[in-house]
């Protein structure tokens, strides 16, 4: 029945009642307000009363009939009347006896059978002490019954006895929409002594109905301990249904006396059915707070772990302990929804722009509960209905939820509403211009106008691929073939990324097809040598113009001593790249020398020679060229040192020669130097007188 926690359940109270005495002249025996028995009002109450001897009895019958009062109803089991009473001390202290039990009238309806259900013993065994109690009255498969009695008996003392009834229901299936979490009833009294020491100062209970009225700040019921008493009071509310595993009971209380101890003077406990089932409950589950605006006010609530429906408050129960606690309010709670985001716990985040789909869903998903998601704290009109809310195409910027857990079939048990933000920030975007490069060579790629915060990742597939860099250039390896690649953007910050990566093409052109360069690899300073390349079209230049120049038809000229790369080059076209080739040519200095004066002999002399000296560039060898047909040329002669020896025709003529003096060094470089040769006339011959006795 209690598992059934989706269905309601309303009571249906037993409305017609009658009562039957036995009495003799020795005994007293009335029935006070008996209509109160079956007013439906669980706080109000007809009275027994009993002064009797052995075998007096007074019982009260409470019986169902329909709504107009006349047809009898008939209950059938298996199922449950539960009868509302309570026994005084005075009972418990009398020894009275009590009997609950059924009855049923036969088919002619002229006899009334009656079955017992509980005894004195099993009665007292219940209650434990003074106060109220529910008594479940159990009919089997097959038993009926038209209604409840509770019959007192005197005993051998002429004690007065007495107990308040206040009514008996059954459990019915209806469609009425309950306030599931409000209790309908409260059960209080005191226990765990049933006969108390005379004189003692025990504990009490008044205005129990104020616990679960509609002022929960403001009425309130007290439970007082009796000072060095070990019997606690006690008030436990029922509700009119039971809870949903997950719920919190909640009390709101003020505490008079001190020693205020939750599980030490004071006992919270949730029970299950009247039969006093308990849930589990610790006190490591307990939250106590204040309530604003009320600042004697203590809220305690904690969540239970199965059902319950009804939740006792009990004080006192242990030495020293004394004084008085208000019940100001107790009530069952529906927990606040625990918000998942994409499966993870948390109330925000940030997500993506373009992201498929972002997931809100409920942690702590209960049965018989229905949660709606809100655009606001206040609206009633649902963006959805379930426990997980798919969010798409949500825009860039901050959306916020609400979401709100409801019992199913209640009135009034809905949860405060919990706040979800999804921060949907924007994409990075990217781009990258298309590159070319030459055959056997690297292109480096260049994202375009760099963002500050955003990372750049460049991969060789468009998607997933080999992450090859994180910079804003990348560097290709050497290429042979036409080869794409692809960057995207990440936002440090915020995580997102590009929607797409931009793609890069490197278009790799062939090297122009480019024929190698002849020539003379060694000029003289000075000097030319002329450089060809079968290649048209190309032009010359040289890498040092400071050692050789060379002007566009190849020629080189040498400048300084030194080696130099004369170039020759292809331009580059939409089809092929340019090309070069290198020549390397080195440039040598020419041979000197510092030549004495012009010689000069007298005619008729058949040689002469030149001086020098400072020679410099290792000249090794020399020519002497005449520009006289008289004399003999002088090819590649080596050079002798200090002085250059050379033939004079004898019958030459006085008179002046010019002649070019070329020398040459190892290199194969060559200076030239003009000299003249001055033939002098010779004096005649003079007239001589020679003694006879000299020699000639």
């Known amino acids: 029945m209690y598992a059934q926690a989706c269905a309601n359940q309303s009571r249906v109270y037993a409305n017609s009642q009658f009562f039957e005495r036995n009495i003799n002249f020795l005994s007293t025996g009335t029935v006070n307000?008996?209509?109160?028995?079956?007013?439906?009002?669980?706080?109000?109450?007809?009275?027994?009363?009993l002064q009797a001897v052995l075998g007096a009895d007074i019982t009260q019958f409470l019986e169902f009939r329909e709504a107009n009062k006349i047809t009898r109803k008939v209950i059938s089991g298996p199922n449950t009347i539960y009868v509302k009473l309570s026994l005084p001390s005075t009972f418990l202290n009398a020894g009275g006896a009590i009997e609950i039990g059924t009855f049923r009238y036969t088919t002619s309806g002229t006899a009334k059978i009656q079955t017992l259900k509980y005894n004195g013993t099993t009665v007292v065994g219940l209650v434990g002490g003074?106060?109220?109690?529910?008594?479940?009255?159990?009919?089997?498969?097959?038993?009926?019954?038209?209604?409840?009695?509770?019959?007192?008996?005197?005993?051998?003392l002429s004690i007065p006895i007495s107990t308040d009834i206040y009514g008996a229901y059954v459990l019915e299936n209806t469609t009425e929409i309950p306030d599931c979490d409000k209790g309908?009833?409260?059960?209080?009294?005191?226990?765990?002594?049933?006969?108390?020491?005379?004189?003692?100062?025990?504990?009490?209970?008044?205005?129990?109905?104020?616990?679960?009225?509609?002022?929960?700040?403001?009425?309130y019921a007290s439970l007082s301990a009796g000072l060095n008493v070990l019997n606690s009071a006690y008030l436990t509310a029922v509700f009119a249904r039971a809870s949903v595993?997950?719920?919190?009971?909640?009390?709101?209380?003020?505490?008079?006396?001190?020693?205020?101890?939750?599980?030490?003077?004071?006992?919270?406990?949730?029970?299950?059915?009247?039969?006093?089932?308990?849930?589990?409950?610790?006190?490591?589950?307990?939250?106590?707070?204040?309530?604003?605006?009320?600042?004697?006010?203590?809220?305690?609530?904690?969540?239970?772990?199965?059902?319950?429906?009804?939740?006792?408050?009990?004080?006192?129960?242990?030495?020293?302990?004394?004084?008085?606690?208000?019940?100001?309010?107790?009530?069952?709670?529906?927990?606040?929804p625990v918000p998942l985001i994409d499966g993870a716990l948390a109330v925000t985040k940030d997500v993506c722009f373009a992201v498929p789909s972002t997931v809100l869903s409920v942690n702590n998903i209960q049965s018989c509960t229905t949660y709606n998601w809100y655009a606001d704290q206040t609206t009633t009109t649902s963006l959805h209905t379930g426990p997980t809310y798919i969010l798409t195409g949500l825009s860039v910027g901050t959306h916020t939820y609400y979401v709100q857990s409801k019992r199913d079939n209640c009135t009034a048990s809905i949860s405060e509403r919990v706040k979800v933000t999804i921060n949907v920030n924007p994409l990075p975007t990217v781009s990258a211009a298309n590159t070319t490069t030459c055959s056997g060579s690297t292109a480096t790629l260049f994202v375009d106008n760099p963002v500050t915060g955003i990372a750049y990742r460049w991969y060789d597939?468009?998607?997933?691929?080999?992450?090859?860099?994180?910079?804003?250039?990348?560097?290709?390896?050497?290429?042979?073939?036409?080869?794409?690649?692809?960057?995207?953007?990440?936002?440090?910050?915020?995580?997102?990324?590009?929607?797409?990566?931009?793609?890069?093409?490197?278009?790799?052109?062939?090297?122009?097809?480019?024929?190698?360069?002849?020539?003379?690899?060694?000029?003289?300073?000075?000097?030319?040598?002329t450089l060809t390349n079968t290649t048209s079209g190309g032009t010359w230049s040289s890498l040092n113009t400071n050692v050789a120049t060379v002007n566009s038809t190849g020629e080189v000229l040498g400048v300084a001593a030194g080696t130099t790369t004369i170039r020759y080059s292809i331009a580059a076209t939409s089809t092929a790249c340019a090309n070069s080739t290198d020549f390397s040519v080195n440039v040598n200095m020419v041979p000197g020398l510092t030549i004495g004066s012009d010689p000069e002999i007298c005619a008729g002399f058949i040689s002469s020679s030149l001086s020098y000296t400072n020679s410099q560039y290792n000249p090794v060898s020399y020519s002497i060229t005449w520009s006289s047909t008289d004399f003999t040329n002088v090819n590649d002669q080596p050079l002798p040192a200090n002085n250059i020896p050379f033939?004079?025709?004898?019958?030459?003529?006085?008179?002046?020669?010019?002649?070019?003096?070329?020398?040459?060094?190892?290199?194969?470089?060559?200076?030239?130097i003009n000299f003249n040769l001055k033939v002098n006339q010779r004096p005649p011959a003079p007239h001589v007188l020679v003694p006879i006795s000299s020699q000639y």
């Open 461 to 529: 597939l468009a998607t997933n691929g080999t992450l090859l860099t994180t910079a804003t250039t990348y560097s290709t390896p050497v290429l042979t073939a036409n080869r794409m690649y692809y960057v995207e953007a990440y936002n440090t910050t915020t995580g997102c990324i590009s929607s797409s990566r931009a793609a890069v093409n490197v278009i790799v052109l062939p090297v122009a097809v480019l024929n190698g360069t002849s020539g003379s690899a060694s000029v003289c300073v000075g000097s030319t040598s």
């Open 130 to 156: 003074p106060g109220t109690v529910e008594i479940p009255v159990q009919l089997t498969s097959g038993e009926q019954a038209n209604g409840v009695y509770v019959k007192l008996t005197g005993g051998i």
């Open 33 to 49: 307000d008996p209509s109160n028995a079956v007013d439906e009002d669980p706080f109000t109450s007809s009275n027994l009363y």
């Open 184 to 219: 309908v009833d409260v059960i209080s009294g005191l226990s765990d002594n049933a006969v108390l020491p005379v004189g003692s100062a025990f504990g009490s209970v008044s205005g129990e109905a104020n616990a679960i009225d509609a002022s929960p700040f403001t009425t």
């Open 647 to 672: 033939d004079v025709p004898a019958h030459i003529s006085p008179g002046t020669y010019p002649a070019v003096l070329t020398i040459k060094n190892d290199r194969g470089c060559s200076t030239s």
């Open 245 to 336: 595993p997950g719920d919190s009971a909640k009390v709101i209380i003020e505490n008079l006396g001190g020693g205020l101890n939750l599980f030490g003077g004071l006992g919270i406990q949730t029970y299950l059915g009247a039969n006093g089932l308990t849930s589990a409950t610790t006190a490591s589950g307990i939250v106590s707070k204040s309530v604003p605006g009320y600042p004697n006010l203590t809220e305690i609530s904690f969540a239970i772990n199965s059902s319950f429906d009804r939740v006792r408050i009990s004080y006192g129960g242990a030495l020293g302990i004394s004084g008085t606690v208000r019940i100001y309010n107790v009530t069952k709670v529906i927990p606040k």
